[in-house]
């Protein structure tokens, strides 16, 4: 058995069913794996499966990628997004840890780190801050540990990070292709028809929900018999922005759908 090939496919595989299938095994320790004499990986025992979204794979692809690059402050970002903060979060020592934690994995062996062990910890450290994430970051931690750990077994000098990289921005471009991307902005394009063909229409109505709220708002809780004219300004200015800004993206991405297909 070729071992930094297998250490290559336990890390591969690890990763893509966390960030590519978001459907990967949660309960993988040692004797739930066989490794066969072609180096072929088969998994055993599937009662314990854990689901990542879609919205969290990419941002948990970013967090690696970012990772991989020495970007630390991105990552700490990616890493904010993903969970809930306290009111008192210190996001400046999560994000001194982390990058602390990038310098330390940058290009090193599993025998001298294990990445996903690394993000574990660094998991338990925002959380300590005030920064809390979802269980499913713990239990792909958990997959991951364990894969690299096949990894440091048989072949304690293979160094992940290049991997990671790659896997991770070539996963994000298949995911995220041009034409799946126009497909998803004219399906949401279709969805919201009535802004597009008659945006001045919608505008007109959203205007109305807003002064009627606006109005209940300053009668119930504000009790000002006026309101300063440049603030209604203001807020209509903002509103018209806003809905004509959509309009404009939905034709943009016409024009870009148009010329892909």
């Known amino acids: 058995i070729d071992t930094e090939e297998l250490a290559r496919t336990t890390i591969r595989s690890g990763f893509k069913q966390v960030v590519r299938d978001g459907f990967f095994h949660a309960d993988p320790h040692p004797s739930n794996f066989l490794i066969k004499k072609d180096g072929t990986i088969v998994y055993l025992d599937f009662g314990m499966m854990g689901r990542i979204s879609k919205e969290y794979r990419d941002k948990i692809d970013l967090m690696f990628i970012y990772a991989m690059q020495e970007e630390g402050k991105k990552a700490a970002r990616?890493?904010?997004e993903m969970g809930w903060t306290e009111e008192d979060v210190d996001m400046k020592a999560i994000e001194a840890e982390t990058d602390r934690k990038v310098m330390k994995l940058q290009n090193s062996s599993l025998k001298e780190n294990q990445i996903s062990k690394e993000f574990l910890d660094l998991f338990i450290f925002a959380g300590q801050k005030g920064l809390h994430l979802p269980l499913e970051l713990t239990l792909m931690g958990k997959n991951l540990v364990t894969l690299e750990g096949i990894g440091l077994t048989v072949c304690p000098e293979f160094s992940p990070t290049d991997e990671y990289e790659k896997l991770g921005k070539k996963?994000?471009?298949?995911k995220n292709n041009p034409k799946d991307m126009a497909e998803s902005a004219y399906l949401d394009m279709?969805?919201?028809?009535?802004?597009v063909e008659n945006p001045f229409s919608t505008l007109k109505e959203t205007m109305k929900q807003k002064e009627s709220s606006s109005k209940t708002e300053i009668e119930n809780e504000i009790k000002f018999d006026f309101v300063p004219t440049f603030l209604i300004l203001t807020s209509a200015t903002l509103m018209i922005a806003s809905v004509l800004e959509q309009v404009l993206l939905y034709l943009g991405l016409i024009e870009l759908a148009l010329?892909?297909?």
């Open 190 to 195: 279709i969805a919201n028809k009535e802004m």
């Open 78 to 80: 990616v890493i904010r």
């Open 259 to 261: 010329g892909i297909y």
């Open 171 to 174: 996963i994000l471009k298949e």
